[in-house]
């Protein structure tokens, strides 16, 4: 049923909050809103820093253990999930071109619970994320320092999102090129060994079963899901109804086929050892005969980390400046810098709480966590998207569908533990919404 007010989800401002003027500025008593300075190349680079960065280091090992034999096979939902969700996102963020994301679109089309659902398991989800990706930098970069090494990450790295977005878009730009370089010279050394094995391609180790192969999906999906990044940062892009739409597919398409090399020439040459790798891509170039590469391997490993790690502080903290807006989180973390234009305080807040986390917690476990509440946001974008009307550039029904269900499905299909932890922390939120609207406050 298309939601009323001109498709505002019942909003009685029928939608007229996410049509502020092109350049950003509203009128005098409006909250300040934040700088177009990104063009589609920066878009679509800031992306590949968070999807790159996470999964092609970090999520291939877990994934092979959940799917035994049928790792490339998780590789098909995986895609499909994330391309489902990103299109929908798309439309819905050339809809709604302001920080947020998808707690912006599900506020907008379902109602303020729902958005507020997504933004909080968006925030809690990919801190969750920063945290792992910090210790991925220290577990690669000085493992017997690994939590020193995440607390200092993730405070260089906030000091330069701090410092403007233009700066961290240029610094994510230096990351994804070296990172895609030394994932070419992996592919190159393995391909081209006399230990690659086309065999080894359905010998990843154990059977395959349909919850495995799920499973892995779910843990592959965490790698994809660095298209967020480019959603809400939507009040930060040149002609957001052009400029997002363009970027989410191409950087989706590339990493799409970034993890698909990687995975066939890893598994050429380890096939079943892929699943107890401690380090796959090293261990990888190993077996391939090219010892002198692992070392390039690690760093390569460290800068991923910090490219995906620069990226989910930067989303995060915007989800955090349009919660606050609309005072589901603190309202004075709503500022936006009137010099850098960025929400410093935003800024600052997530970058305490990450280094916090980063100090104290076990990587074990976060990739799952974080899965689990991203899925259920991106849930919420699939059923935003379902509300579009064709006026309004709504996908093919089949997009918000196919990809709502296969949300559902991946989201159950984790570790028990992580199911269990993400679904309490987002009825933590839910009832967090319950205790405001009790209150009396209002957005």
Not at 84 to 92: E, G, H, V, Y
Not at 400 to 414: I, K, Q, R, Y
């Amino acid at each position: 049923m298309p939601p009323p007010s001109g498709g505002a989800g019942g909003r009685r401002d029928g939608g007229k909050r996410a049509q502020e003027p092109a350049d950003g500025r509203r009128g005098p008593d409006a909250a300040p809103r934040l700088r177009r300075r990104l063009g589609t190349f920066d878009a679509v680079v800031i992306g590949l820093g968070s999807m790159i960065g996470a999964g092609v280091f970090a999520a291939l090992a877990p994934a092979a253990r959940a799917a035994g034999s049928g790792l490339l096979l998780a590789l098909v939902p995986a895609a499909v999930v994330a391309y489902c969700n990103a299109t929908s996102s798309a439309r819905l963020a050339a809809r709604y071109p302001a920080s947020g994301g998808t707690y912006v679109y599900g506020r907008e089309r379902l109602g303020e619970f729902w958005g507020h659902l997504a933004g909080w398991g968006f925030v809690v989800g990919k801190t969750a994320s920063c945290a792992a990706m910090a210790l991925t930098v220290g577990l690669y970069a000085w493992p017997g320092q690994a939590h020193a090494v995440a607390v200092a990450a993730v405070v260089a790295l906030t000091a330069v999102n701090y410092a403007g977005v233009q700066k961290a878009a240029w610094l994510t730009r230096a990351i994804v090129a070296v990172v895609l370089a030394v994932l070419a010279a992996v592919v190159v050394a393995c391909l081209t060994s006399g230990e690659a094995d086309p065999a080894r391609l359905g010998t990843g180790g154990g059977d395959v079963s349909p919850g495995g192969v799920l499973q892995a999906a779910g843990l592959l999906f965490f790698a994809f899901a660095g298209y967020a990044r480019i959603a809400t940062l939507g009040e930060e892009v040149r002609d957001p109804a052009r400029t997002i739409p363009r970027a989410i597919p191409l950087a989706l398409g590339i990493t799409l086929a970034v993890y698909a090399a990687v995975a066939v020439a890893v598994l050429g040459v380890l096939g079943g050892g892929l699943a107890s790798a401690t380090a796959p891509l090293a261990d990888a170039v190993r077996a391939a005969g090219a010892a002198e590469l692992a070392p390039v391997v690690r760093t390569g490993a460290a800068v991923a980390a910090l490219g995906s790690l620069l990226s989910l502080i930067l989303g995060v903290s915007r989800t955090t400046l349009a919660m606050a807006r609309d005072r589901h989180l603190p309202p004075v973390l709503a500022a936006v810098h009137p010099r850098s234009g960025v929400p410093h305080r935003a800024e600052l807040a997530v970058g305490a709480v990450v280094a916090v986390v980063a100090a104290t917690a076990d990587l074990r476990g976060a990739i799952g966590f974080s899965s689990f509440c991203v899925l259920v946001y991106y849930a919420v974008a699939n059923a935003s998207a379902w509300t579009l009307t064709p006026a309004e550039g709504r996908p093919p029904r089949v997009v918000p569908a196919l990809g709502l269900a296969g949300c559902a499905a991946l989201a159950l299909s984790l570790p028990f533990a992580s199911v269990v932890s993400g679904a309490a922390v987002l009825a933590g939120g839910a009832a967090l919404y319950g205790v405001r609207r009790a209150a009396g406050a209002r957005p």
